[in-house]
């Protein structure tokens, strides 16, 4: 009760207002005067109908006294304003993760597969925050840090979606359709411009991704590239990878290709990522994604408890429809007693 006293009060108001009720009803039948007989009315008394009506009227006397106690009651619980409380804990994660996606040609088959792997991660996630960037020659976010799970999943279903239905291979000859260009196409360089899969400026992107950079929070960068950089761009792979570590975010990447046939520039990815305490995987492994989900999963969670909260719900549904009830009856029985 918000209110106690109140249901004190109006109990009280009641019996007083009920007693000097009483009190001035006896004065007026006193200053009535004697009361009459009437002759040969005794009878009356035996007669079967005459006890009906008594039992009636005593009877609805009674429910309506049962039926005003109902109401009064009720009505003073009402006053006292009923509510529910209870402590409201509130946890929340502080692990940040990043999917920072190479879109060039060769990386958009396991773009699609990484968007719908992690479709089905972020259906186990309660409270950790995903972000999703694609890079080329630029960068762009597709939606920043949320926990908005609904809404994540939704673009990843899009994203791969436009990639499966749009990117098509033959001979090793990659094609797009109209469609998937103009998904792609903030990401593309302009037409004087001799640059792609620019690494170290998407990795950048990425980190920059992250806010609350004062707070202590895990956070990982899931890099998708083969490394393979076309053009100059502001970073390089590893002077991005200093600013990774410089904010504290580990960086796992994922390579298209064994690690029994890698390239200098996939040796340079794996080195460069594993300083940062992330790791390498090949991206063409059936249990790649796998893999790096249990990495992420791994990856120290802290879970903020913040200080209990208190918290009052109103809860006047019950006492007033115990009133209503209770005024409804009195009526009723009045009405039926003939009081």
């Known amino acids: 009760m918000?209110?106690?006293?109140?249901?004190?009060?109006?109990?009280?108001?009641?019996?007083?207002?009920?007693?000097?009720?009483?009190?001035?009803?006896?004065?007026?039948?006193?200053?009535?005067?004697?009361?009459?007989?009437?002759?040969?009315?005794?009878?009356?008394?035996?007669?079967?109908?005459?006890?009906?009506?008594?039992?009636?009227?005593?009877?609805?006397?009674?429910?309506?006294?049962?039926?005003?106690?109902i109401a009064v009651i009720a009505a003073s619980v009402s006053a006292g304003a009923p509510v529910d409380r209870y402590v409201k804990h509130e946890k929340s994660s502080s692990r940040d993760i990043v999917i920072c996606l190479d879109a060039s040609g060769s990386m958009l088959p396991y773009d699609s597969k990484i968007g719908e792997s992690f479709k089905k991660i972020i259906s186990r996630f309660e409270g950790e925050r995903i972000s999703l960037q694609l890079w080329n020659a630029y960068s762009m976010t597709m939606f920043p840090l949320t926990d908005d799970?609904?809404?994540?999943?939704?673009?990843?279903?899009?994203?791969a979606d436009t990639i499966d239905g749009g990117l098509s291979i033959y001979g090793g000859r990659i094609s797009v359709t109209p469609t998937l260009e103009?998904?792609?196409?903030?990401?593309?360089?302009?037409?004087?411009?001799?640059?792609?899969?620019?690494?170290?400026?998407?990795?950048?992107?990425?980190?920059?991704?992250?806010?609350?950079?004062?707070?202590?929070?895990?956070?990982?960068?899931?890099?998708?590239?083969?490394?393979?950089?076309?053009?100059?761009?502001i970073y390089d792979l590893a002077e991005?990878?200093?600013?990774?570590?410089?904010?504290?975010?580990?960086?796992?990447?994922?390579?298209?290709?064994?690690?029994?046939a890698m390239t200098s520039e996939a040796y340079e990815l794996r080195d460069q990522v594993r300083s940062t305490g992330g790791d390498f995987y090949d991206a063409s492994s059936p249990s790649a994604v796998d893999e790096v989900v249990k990495q992420i999963e791994s990856e120290q969670k802290q879970d903020l408890e913040k200080a209990g909260k208190m918290v009052e719900t109103d809860r006047p549904g019950a006492a007033l429809g115990w009133t209503i009830v209770g005024v409804l009856s009195l009526f009723g029985m009045l009405a039926l007693g003939r009081l």
């Open 149 to 159: 799970y609904e809404m994540a999943d939704d673009v990843l279903t899009e994203m």
């Open 182 to 233: 103009k998904y792609l196409r903030p990401l593309l360089p302009d037409d004087d411009e001799e640059k792609a899969s620019l690494v170290g400026d998407g990795l950048a992107s990425c980190v920059l991704g992250f806010d609350h950079t004062d707070k202590e929070r895990s956070r990982t960068i899931l890099l998708a590239t083969d490394n393979e950089v076309y053009g100059q761009g």
């Open 240 to 260: 991005a990878i200093e600013f990774a570590k410089s904010q504290k975010v580990t960086v796992s990447a994922l390579y298209p290709g064994s690690e029994y």
């Open 2 to 69: 918000r209110f106690t006293w109140l249901i004190f009060v109006v109990l009280g108001v009641v019996l007083a207002a009920t007693c000097a009720g009483w009190f001035l009803a006896r004065r007026a039948g006193q200053r009535a005067g004697e009361k009459g007989w009437v002759a040969n009315t005794g009878y009356v008394r035996g007669l079967p109908k005459y006890q009906a009506l008594v039992r009636r009227t005593r009877s609805s006397l009674a429910m309506a006294i049962v039926c005003f106690l």
